[in-house]
């Protein structure tokens, strides 16, 4: 990669902190060296965003991911905000369009996009657990395929707070066993490392005919996905959402196809599974 640096290489990155661990520098890189675009994209831990975006401006940058904690407050710093990361309240990519800094959203489209491999969404009731920020960005991408969704979550007023807002059913964890569904996305942190051993759902939950994705991604086989495939349910793990939201910065930022599968590999080594 280093290699191919010259006077006309064009700056991409991600801005958060932390961001040490992040890894999108390896995945974007891999697939700017795949396509033999002329592009670096680097990670900086950044604590005044607002100077972070005039250096975008600056450098003139091709473009930005953006990740905690920074993602609702760079908005007031950009020309615009398109309508789905103004839905979801908070922006992960900047489009650099002439000097014209535009805020997006892709995690909304990773999350369908990684559903849609295995099922169509239109009409099938869909199970989202969870009512934080990645819940917000799956419950809106899923309602806006046709899918039927009620959010299940611990608190129950975010998670009624939530469903008003997006127009959607509410259940609480409880009532969890007793719903029938097509789809069922774990939204939650639970089942994390080092917490492995947990999952927010009981086995007994998932029948055969479920399509049941997990995007918590350490570890990729979690303990929800192997109840799941347990009981003979086809699964998405949270590298597949990663890698479909990453793949929408770079055709924003591009305007070319993102090579998915050479991006998902370099997740894959990167989590220590190939
Ligand atoms: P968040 O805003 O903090 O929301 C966390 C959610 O998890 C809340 O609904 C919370 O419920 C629930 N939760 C946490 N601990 C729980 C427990 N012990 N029992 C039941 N529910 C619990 O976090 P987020 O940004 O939405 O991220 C959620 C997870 O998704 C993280 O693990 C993150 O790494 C992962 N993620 C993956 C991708 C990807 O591309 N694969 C993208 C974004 C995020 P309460 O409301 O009851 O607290």
Request: proline share 4%; aromatic share 6%; with cysteine.
């Amino acid at each position: 990669m280093m290699a191919g640096i010259n006077a006309q290489t064009r700056l991409y990155g991600v801005f958060g902190d932390p961001v040490a661990h992040s890894l999108s520098p390896a995945m974007h890189n891999r697939a700017f060296a795949h396509i033999g675009e002329n592009a670096v994209y680097m990670a900086f831990c950044v604590q005044d965003i607002g100077k972070a975006v005039e250096a975008v401006r600056a450098f003139d940058m091709g473009g930005v991911s953006v990740t905690i904690p920074h993602k609702v407050s760079v908005m007031e710093h950009l020309d615009e905000v398109d309508e789905t990361a103004r839905a979801m309240g908070a922006v992960n990519t900047i489009i650099n369009d002439q000097g014209r800094l535009t805020g997006k959203n892709s995690d909304c489209a990773g999350a369908v996009k990684a559903i849609l491999e295995k099922t169509p969404i239109d009409g099938k009731d869909v199970v989202v657990l969870g009512a934080g920020g990645a819940a917000r960005a799956i419950v809106y991408g899923l309602k806006e395929q046709g899918g039927k969704v009620t959010i299940v979550n611990r608190t129950r007023e975010k998670g009624e707070a939530l469903a008003a807002e997006l127009r959607v059913d509410f259940q609480p964890l409880e009532a969890l066993d007793q719903l029938a569904c097509g789809i069922v996305v774990n939204a939650t942190s639970v089942g994390m490392v080092p917490d492995v051993a947990r999952s927010p759902a009981p086995a007994s939950f998932f029948k055969k005919d479920m399509v049941v994705m997990d995007i918590v991604y350490r570890p990729l086989l979690t303990r929800f996905l192997s109840d799941a495939q347990d009981a003979g349910c086809a699964t998405v793990d949270g590298i597949a959402m990663f890698v479909y939201q990453g793949a929408s910065q770079f055709e924003w930022w591009t305007g070319k196809d993102a090579p998915v599968v050479q991006m998902r590999e370099t997740v894959e080594t990167l989590l220590g599974q190939r």
